[in-house]
């Protein structure tokens, strides 16, 4: 159970915020640890002990999490069919995954996500049709010209999208296009075919279904630097150019305390270009094994940035990147640290957990 200083902490300090997570905590111990189902609050509002789905809605967003396709079944796939309205497929629609042999398609793994999400009332968003890494080797070895190089890019986009058309809300359509200097990242379509691969791309998949949202998607923008303004000024050229961009996504990936105290005021800078904003794979990892120091402030981290959307009227919403520690990315990428999710190792939820149901249930922002 967290202290009542470190409630304040989670909480941001306000008396009416403090009061939520204190009411989670109590209906977390009561009901053995976490949510189970939806409860009401005496106007009739989900409480906060509904699931996050049910606080999100009633606050205007979607909560969502990755998922692969081997989470489909068990506690995984219960705790996401309950606690989420969005569904990010972690590596299921990737180039490599989806045309491992040049003209040949695999989608099993793909629709499989997509299914779950249709049957669970879940909106999908697509990741990712243009990136720089988990390409086929056909792709990066192959000797192609710069116009057969694009030519296949435009293909492999309006094909994917295409496939999807109707069953995904929104599109990663370039990912992560910028390198950490704010240049463009010398990946195989910039060093090839020079910035218009983003512009093409764009139209590409708004031809193929013109009802998708479509999204940039990038790590290490959501406070100033020189990435956060490469990507800004890219949003704003395309927008000139009346290429059909819908919105900017925000990582935040973020190391333990380093939420940048700017994120909101980022975030509203993009959305005054007209644009829409999210929260697209949300984890804050840290040292493992975690003590309850280091629980307290990733659930102060998780509120920050969560408030942060609240507060920009365009941001549509948040997605964690796995919710359980069981599954996480990071410790592969990250070694000596993880427990960076939600929920630990056992599905249960931890006060991050707690931390975001009390930032939706207290309509503070």
């Known amino acids: 159970m967290l202290s009542r200083r470190a409630l304040a902490v989670v909480a941001g300090g306000s008396a009416a915020a403090l009061l939520a997570v204190a009411a989670v905590l109590v209906a977390g111990r009561s009901s053995g640890g976490g949510p189970q189902g939806a409860g009401q609050d005496g106007a009739g509002q989900p409480s906060a002990?509904?699931?996050?789905?049910?606080?999100?809605a009633a606050?205007?967003?979607?909560?969502?999490?990755?998922?692969?396709?081997?989470h489909l079944t068990?506690?995984?796939?219960?705790?996401?069919?309950?606690e989420f309205d969005a569904v990010t497929p972690e590596n299921e629609m990737k180039w490599e995954r989806v045309e491992p042999e040049r003209g040949h398609y695999d989608w099993a793994a793909a629709d499989a996500v997509v299914a779950f999400a249709q049957a669970h009332g879940m909106q999908v968003r697509g990741h990712?049709?243009?990136?720089?890494?988990?390409?086929?080797?056909?792709l990066t070895t192959g000797d192609f010209t710069a116009g057969e190089l694009r030519a296949l890019m435009l293909r492999h986009v309006t094909d994917e999208v295409t496939h999807f058309r109707g069953r995904v809300a929104a599109w990663d359509v370039v990912n992560e296009p910028f390198a950490d200097d704010g240049t463009h990242r010398a990946g195989l379509w910039y060093r090839q075919l020079g910035v218009s691969y983003i512009a093409d791309a764009f139209t590409a998949a708004h031809a193929a279904d013109p009802a998708a949202k479509l999204w940039l998607n990038d790590y290490t923008i959501e406070g100033p630097g020189p990435k956060s303004e490469a990507m800004y000024a890219l949003a704003k050229a395309l927008?000139?150019?009346?290429?059909?961009?819908?919105?900017?996504?925000f990582q935040a990936h973020f190391a333990l305390g380093r939420v940048p105290a700017g994120f909101r005021a980022t975030m509203q800078r993009f959305a005054d270009l007209g644009l829409d904003v999210a929260v697209t794979e949300l984890d804050v990892r840290m040292p493992t094994p975690p003590d309850g120091d280091s629980l307290r402030q990733?659930?102060?981290?998780?509120?920050?940035?969560?408030?942060?959307?609240?507060?920009v009227t365009r941001c549509r919403g948040l997605t964690v990147w796995g919710f359980s520690d069981a599954t996480s990315w990071v410790p592969g990428a990250f070694p000596g640290q993880g427990a960076a999710t939600p929920y630990d190792a056992h599905y249960r939820p931890k006060p991050a957990y707690r931390a975001m149901a009390a930032a939706l249930a207290t309509r503070t922002g």
């Open 74 to 82: 068990g506690t995984p796939a219960a705790v996401a069919a309950r």
């Open 298 to 311: 990733q659930a102060a981290d998780y509120d920050a940035v969560l408030r942060a959307c609240l507060g």
């Open 49 to 56: 002990t509904a699931p996050l789905r049910d606080l999100a």
């Open 128 to 138: 990712n049709l243009v990136w720089h890494s988990q390409l086929p080797q056909w």
């Open 239 to 249: 927008k000139q150019q009346g290429v059909p961009i819908d919105g900017v996504g």
């Open 59 to 70: 606050r205007g967003i979607r909560i969502g999490t990755a998922l692969a396709a081997d």
